[in-house]
């Protein structure tokens, strides 16, 4: 299939939510479809902390992001050329996100204009825009998102909107929200940035990977998510569950022969038990390993049954079922998560 306007992706919408803002859409890019909404699991350096390329693979990932703001000083640019950029040196065949400063923009195959931290005023984020516009030799190849930037400023924000709409972009991200603001004025901002995007692009909301917020953004309108978050914590011995997370290190798995999640299918549910991945926290680095796979695997599977729900027009009632398992009663929902959800009219039972 072409991509329209020069760009190297297409973007379907296949079903959208009659309640919410949630959509389900096929994202067809250089190396392969992707499902959204989609969670993305993050490397750094070219390396995913904790899983294997042809893990993530089976785990069945279409997509993981790349940090090439490290990559551009670690391995460097002369040893990325040599391997065949960041897809032969990750040894990873299918699509990766990088995070590129403009002058770097020809480096990936995918890339987003990502200004330099903390968070640039609305004109300097148009500005490097333009310039990383400007700066793309392969827009056939590469995809450059906008950045939607603003802090918390709703008239920042839609100042950004407005002029980043404008311009020929195949999607747009949103960021500056995931600074640990609070998650009142967070979902304020990724409600007014839907709002103001077009429906047939597709929206990114950067260094976001907690289930609930993934859930609801998703009922915000977002489709595409990153975090360290799951990676992260497993090598804490967090592992993440429908109902929250289990301390694996903790003393009261020690004898608990079940696995992680009875239902999970992942590698590590299918072969080991809590006690001994508990176990092998006290002396080897597997433990972390085997939580890792986990944790990814939850993540993509969570977001799998999201776009199923949208899919078969269910996700008003996904949403009911995932907030019951994870938070038990009503008194126990983020306060945030429920006015959210009220704005997309659902009331929480
Ligand atoms: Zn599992």
Known sequence: MAAPRG???????????????????ELTLPHGPVKTPVFMPVGTQGTMKGITADQLRDLGCEICLGNTYHLGMRPGPEVMKKVNGLHGFMNWDRNLLTLLFPVKCNMATWCTGRPPPPHPPPEISIRWLDRCLAANKHPEKQNLFAIIQGGLDAQLRKKCLEEMTKRNVPGFAIGGLSGGEEKDHFWKMVTLSTDHLPRDKPRYLMGVGYATDLVVCVALGCDMFDCVFPTRTARFGSALVPW?????????FAKDFQPIDKDCKCPTCQRYTRAYIHALFKSDTAGMHHITVHNIAYQLNLMRSVRESILKGHFPQFIQDFMKIMYGTK???PKWAVDALETVNITLN
């Open 244 to 252: 929250g997370s289990l301390q694996i290190k903790s003393k009261q």
């Open 7 to 25: 760009h190297a992706l297409v973007y379907r919408v296949l079903a959208e939510c009659p309640i919410t803002k949630a959509r389900a859409c």
């Open 331 to 333: 008194d126990k929902y």
